[in-house]
């Protein structure tokens, strides 16, 4: 199963590769991984999508904790939280296909952020399911290019 | 008053009470060199880095001090790799510092410049590249109190040669601030009565011993303990000395080459007491048979310990020495006599408590008798390898820190250098270090730091003119095919050799190693009959120089018991000397 772990790091030079090189080297799976600063200068977080069992998270969690420069470790896998991810995807739009696409971004509250003569490029926020939605009715236009940024996630309430 | 990078480095070593540190001069650490100079500091000039970081690992081991080495940027840098992958797998608190190429020629393959920082990574239990000056006796505070605090490990300071030689004004940090950091002492009051309860109700209570019992200087609370409760004491490769192998609860070493008694027990045992210990691959053995009748306790300061390969049932996160000391409050005395008696049996029957009457050299015999003919104030080192596995079974180790060994990592040519920071930590103790003529060719270049230095250690080879271990397994699973494992091979070889050399015609032995301890000023003796064992032996101990004893052994003697790699362990191979 996918877990959902937040961790608040240093934020300096270097903490994301050790925090990378602690997950390629204990072969754990990073399924997406996104990173930024806080309301606090001095500290980052990172919120990564780990791939595995309950045997796997516990590693996860404990290893992580172990690193000098990540300051707390949180699975917040199972707690209400707001999720999103941010996808930039380019898809083929002729003239025939041009309005439908446009209905079906609006549908999902997407934005159209470019436009050329044969092509849209959509910005869209939501959850991994509604991003993946979206991408799946786009495909039938065909995608040129998609990116996304992984998973952010806040957990609800104070 | 402003001081250079490399000043403050000495004056911050100072603070910390470093007496010594090892190491090897280069380019990128000159001005540091040039402050250490004319400082109280002793530098011991290793010949390879390899060899000063294992000689301040030896050291670190032997006194529980940190262990300091220098080296400078690049090759000087990546040369300590090995020194540090074996201090972290063993938990060795070790400070390294590592000369770089100047911050504004980073990233550019300056002369020289190597990523240590970022290689080290996965080896160190931090690192740090200093950028400023004003940051370096902040981080060097730091790197001790990590080193030495918690689960001990290997930590790395990188010091650019501008940051060297910039100014700043000196004070050393009173304390550190490391928020993601706060190892955890003491242990859950309501585990420890768990645990206490479950010995109460045990019937077949193992203990199983580790390098944190040694680490955390809990061995007095681990023989009250035992005794108090009755539980006979097992203990790993790192935990050998945390438990006095002539006491009566001994069960001596478990694992791939443990005693019989040991494996049995554990493999029949209902409560399995794990103290500084990690259920390392060479203990368990089959993972799905080890202790599959226990309920299990994990006494361990580092919480990622704690069910990574074995699933605990009453696990408890804190420093040995306070739980077990919290622990022999509550535990009540018990007797489990109908148990011990069951491992009395298993002692009589064992093979290795057999005498093996022998014309020839065997390691047991020479072991045995170092043991002998050594008081209490001896420390043992070892190479890797059969050497390694004879020296954990038949000496007899009675106090902590007396066996210094690479467990973990398993670093051929660790123990030689090792034996130098033993004795350098140790004056008044006698050193030896067991050893392969395999391992010892991999850093025996150290005899001149020994000599160099006055180290009076002595070496035993156990030479059998083969890579021994790698010997045996092929043997065993590879029908005699010695591929590569033969050290007197040569060309003219027909391809199928696989037998001892009686009567093939083999070249002489290369090294000689009697020659090679003489050309650096060492003294070389040769041993190839048992009666000659005792004489060298007191030789050596009464020699102010240091020894090496080559000691001609049995070309194909094999270690046994064996449990074969991911094997049960109640299913070991005990050899044809049964």
């Given at each position: 199963m996918k877990h959902t772990v937040a961790v608040l790091v240093a934020n300096k030079s270097g903490v994301l590769t050790r925090i990378a090189s602690l997950f390629s080297?204990?072969?754990?799976?990073?399924?997406?991984?996104?990173?930024g600063t806080t309301e606090d200068p001095k500290v980052s977080r990172i919120t990564i999508v780990v791939e595995g069992g309950?045997?796997?998270?516990?590693?996860?969690?404990?290893?992580?904790?172990?690193?000098?420069?990540?300051?707390?470790?949180s699975d917040i896998t199972n707690d209400s939280s707001i999720d999103r991810d941010l996808a930039l995807i380019k898809v083929k739009a002729n003239s025939e296909d041009r309005s439908e696409i446009m209905q079906v971004v609006d549908i999902f509250r997407g934005k159209?952020?470019?436009?050329?003569?044969?092509?849209?490029?959509?910005?869209?926020?939501?959850d991994e399911e509604k991003v993946n939605a979206l991408e799946e009715l786009l495909r039938s236009f065909g995608i040129i290019e998609l990116v996304r940024t992984g998973k952010i996630s806040m957990v609800r309430g104070g | 008053m402003e001081f250079t990078g490399a000043e403050i480095f000495v004056k911050s070593l100072l603070e910390e009470g470093i007496e010594k540190i090892f190491g090897h001069p280069g380019g990128a650490v000159i001005p540091i060199y040039d402050v250490l100079y004319e400082t109280d500091i002793e530098h011991v000039l290793a010949r390879h880095e390899q060899g000063a970081a294992h000689v301040a690992d030896g050291y670190a081991r032997s006194t529980g001090r940190p262990g300091v080495c220098l080296?400078?940027?690049?090759?000087?840098?990546?040369?300590?790799?090995?020194?540090?992958?074996?201090?972290?797998?063993?938990s060795v608190p070790l400070v390294a510092f590592t000369g770089q190429v100047p911050t504004g020629m980073l990233g550019t393959d300056a002369f020289q410049e190597a990523d240590i920082t970022g290689a080290t990574l996965p080896m160190t239990k931090h690192n740090y590249l200093v950028q400023h000056v004003e940051d370096l006796s902040r981080i060097i505070k730091e790197a001790f109190h990590i080193a030495t605090t918690g689960r001990p490990g290997p930590v790395l300071i990188d010091i650019p040669k501008d940051v060297q030689m910039a100014k700043t004004t000196f004070e050393y940090p009173a304390k550190v601030e490391l928020p993601g950091y706060g190892p955890t002492y003491s242990g859950h009051k309501l585990q420890i009565k768990k645990a206490a309860k479950a010995i109460k109700q045990a019937e077949k209570p193992v203990i199983y011993a580790g390098g944190g019992v040694v680490a955390s200087g809990a061995a007095e609370e681990l023989r009250k303990l035992a005794r108090k409760a009755e539980i006979p004491v097992t203990t790993t490769l790192m935990g050998l000395g945390s438990f006095s192998e002539t006491d009566d609860l001994a069960l001596e070493m478990l694992g791939m080459h443990g005693?019989?008694?040991?494996?049995?027990?554990?493999?029949e045992t209902d409560l399995l007491i794990a103290v500084g210990a990690r259920f390392d691959d060479r203990v368990t053995g089959d993972l799905e048979t080890f202790a599959k009748r226990a309920k299990i306790v994990h006494i361990d300061i580092d919480p990622a310990e704690v069910s990574k390969r074995v699933a605990v049932d009453i696990p408890i996160v804190g420093d040995v020495k306070n739980v077990l000391q919290d622990l022999n409050q509550q535990v009540q005395e018990q007797k489990h006599s109908k148990w011990r008696q069951k491992i009395q049996d298993w002692k009589q029957k064992s093979?290795?408590?057999?005498?093996?009457?022998?014309?020839?050299?065997?390691?047991?015999?020479?072991?045995?008798?170092?043991?002998e003919i050594t008081d209490d104030n001896t420390l043992i080192t070892t190479e890797v390898g059969q050497n390694q596995m004879w020296a954990a079974q038949y000496y007899k180790y009675n106090k902590p820190r007396s066996f210094i060994s690479s467990g973990g990592l398993g670093t051929m040519g660790y123990g030689f250098p090792a034996s130098l920071g033993v004795q350098s930590g140790n004056p008044e103790a006698t050193v030896f270090c067991i050893?392969?003529?395999?391992?010892?060719?991999?850093?025996?270049?150290?005899?001149a730091t020994a000599v160099q230095h006055e180290l009076p250690i002595n070496v035993a080879?156990?030479?059998?003119?083969?890579?021994?271990?790698?010997?045996?397994?092929q043997e065993i699973f590879n029908e005699k095919r010695y591929a590569s494992t033969c050290l007197k091979r040569r060309k003219s070889c027909p391809p199928n050799c696989s037998g001892p050399d009686s009567d093939r015609n083999c070249p002489e032995m290369t090294p000689d190693f009697v020659k090679l301890a003489e050309a650096y000023g060492a003294v070389g003796i040769r041993v190839t009959k048992t009666s000659e064992v005792k004489s060298a032996l007191e030789k050596a101990v009464a020699s102010s120089k240091p020894v090496i004893i080559d000691f001609v052994i049995e070309r194909e003697e094999n270690v046994f018991p064996m449990v074969p790699s991911g094997g049960s362990l109640d299913n070991m191979l005990v050899g044809g000397n049964d």
């Open positions: 080297r204990r072969g754990f799976n990073i399924d997406s991984l996104s990173v309950d045997h796997v998270l516990e590693q996860v969690t404990k290893q992580l904790n172990k690193l000098i420069d990540v300051y707390k470790v159209i952020v470019d436009v050329s003569s044969d092509s849209l490029v959509i910005e869209i926020t939501g | 080296a400078t940027s690049g090759p000087g840098a990546t040369n300590l790799v090995t020194g540090l992958a074996t201090a972290y797998m063993d005693t019989e008694y040991a494996n049995y027990a554990v493999s093979v290795i408590s057999k005498d093996k009457t022998t014309k020839v050299l065997t390691p047991k015999f020479i072991i045995e008798k170092i043991d050893a392969g003529d395999g391992s010892l060719q991999m850093n025996s270049q150290e005899l080879i156990l030479n059998n003119s083969y890579l021994g271990m790698v010997r045996q397994w």
